[in-house]
C-alpha cells in the first residue's frame, strides 16, 4: 500500500512539475502549467531541506490539511494534493514547529513541542531568554510571561513583576496592562508556572480577566496546565522526539551587560554551549536572532554552528527606506552568512495579473547565494478577509484557508525556500511529503 500511495502522489505532482524549475519568467512558468499542465520533468530541489523525507514510523497529521485542500479553489495544484490525502505521511525537515504548535497548543511548552513531532516537524524552535539566576528557558520574549503563563494568578510571583497589573479604566478608555518578565524571577520560580494561550483580556478589572482572551479561532482546549521547559530540557525532548533544532536568541529586555558581567556574548555562547553538552551534532541545529551580531559572533567564534546560523531580517519593517538589493543581499553573504529567514510576505508579491510570485527580495536572496527560510504560516488566523500582517503583500490573491497552500506551493517551488515555520506543522509536513517525487 505504501508504494501505491506513493506512486499516487508521484503521478498527480507530475502535473505540475514541468514550469515551475524550467525557467524563464514566473508569469511564463504559471501560464505553463495551467495550459500544459502534463509538461514536465524531474523536478529541482532546493537545498538539503525540501522534500527529504526522514526515517522513522509513520505520523499523524490529522484533518487540518485535508480542509485546506478541499477549501482550495480548483486547478491543478488541489488535484495533485488531493491525491495524497491518505498518505503515508513521515517527518520533514521542511517543517518547521513555531513554538511548537502553538495554534492550539500553548507555545514552547512540553505539549506544544511534542504535539508538533506528531505532526512531523522535522526541526522544533525554542526561543530562549534567561531567569534572574542567567539560566536558559524557552520563551517568545522575555517579557511575556503575563500574557503567557499563569502568573498573574499567583500574588507571590505577581508581586515580583516589573510592572504590576493594572485594570482597566474603562471610562477613560485606558487599558489593562502588566509586565512580567524571566529576568524578574529564579528558574525553580519559573518552572513552578503553567504555560496557557499567548493572550490578554485589554478590557480586564481583575487578573484573573487579564489572563483570559485567547483568539476565538485559536482555543484553550489543551491548556490547562502547559509544562514549561528549559533551553536544555527542550534540547533533550525534541532530540528524543527525533527532530532537529533552531533555537532563536530573543533580543533581551534588560540592558547588557545584565547584572554587569553576563555579556551578549556570554548569552550567545551559554545558548551553543548547552547543545555541545548535550552532545547535539552543528549540523543537526539552526541558530538564529534578528540582532545580526549575534549571527556573525556564531560565525567567528562557533564556525560548526555558525555555518548554518540563521540571520532573521527584519530590515523591511524596521529600517526605514530599506530596498532588498542585490546588493545588501550580497553584503550579507560576504560577512559570512549561509541562511536569510524573513517574514512571509518579504518573500512575495502580485504581478499584473495578481498571481503569486517571488519579490524583489526572494529573487536578489537567491542571487547572492544565500539560503530562505521565512515565518509563519497559519499565524494570521482565517484568510478568507485576505490574511493579516504575514500575508499583507499579497492579500488581493487570497480569499479562503485553502490559499495557504497556494502560498506554501510558491514558495516552495518559485521562491524555493529550505523551510517555513508554521502554528500548525501538519500542513507543512502534508505539503512537503506530497511534493516529494
Known sequence: MRKIMITLCAAAMTLLAGAAFAGGSHQDQKQDREQDPKQGHSPKHHGHWLFKR???????????PSYLVNDMDEGNLKQALKQCETGPFFKTDFSIGHRGAALQFPEHTKE?????????????????TFTKDKKLVCRHSQCDLHTTTNILGIPELASKCSEPFTPADLENGTPASARCCTSDITLSEFKSLCGKMDAANPNATTPEEYMSGTADWRTDLYSTCGTLMTHA??????????????PELKSPSVDMPYEGDYSQQDYAQQMIDEYKAAGIKAKHVWPQSFNLDD????IAQE???????????ARMYEE??????????????????NIVAPPLYALLTLDSHNNIVPSDYAINAKAAGLDIITWTLERDGPLA??????????????????????????L??????????SDWPATTTYYANCMNL
Request: hydrophobic share 45%.
Open 412 to 421: 516552495a517551488r518559485d521562491v524555493g525556500v529550505l523551510g517555513v515555520f
Open 112 to 128: 506544544s513541542y511534542e504535539a508538533a513531532a506528531v505532526m512531523g516537524a522535522g526541526i522544533i524552535e525554542c526561543d530562549v
Open 54 to 64: 526522514l526515517p522513522g514510523q509513520a505520523i499523524q497529521l490529522g484533518p487540518r
Open 295 to 298: 549571527v556573525k559572533y556564531w
Open 385 to 410: 478577509n485576505g490574511g493579516g500582517w504575514y500575508h499583507q503583500s499579497i492579500r488581493a490573491a487570497i480569499n479562503n484557508d485553502g490559499d495557504t497552500m497556494k502560498v506554501l506551493d510558491v
Open 233 to 246: 530540557e527542550s534540547i533533550e525532548l525534541i532530540k528524543s522526539l527525533g527532530a532537529k533544532f533552531t
Open 303 to 313: 564556525p560548526a554552528f555558525g555555518r548554518q546560523a540563521v540571520f532573521l531580517d
Open 320 to 337: 526605514a527606506g530599506f530596498e532588498p538589493t542585490l546588493a545588501s543581499m550580497e553584503e550579507l553573504k560576504r560577512q559570512g552568512i
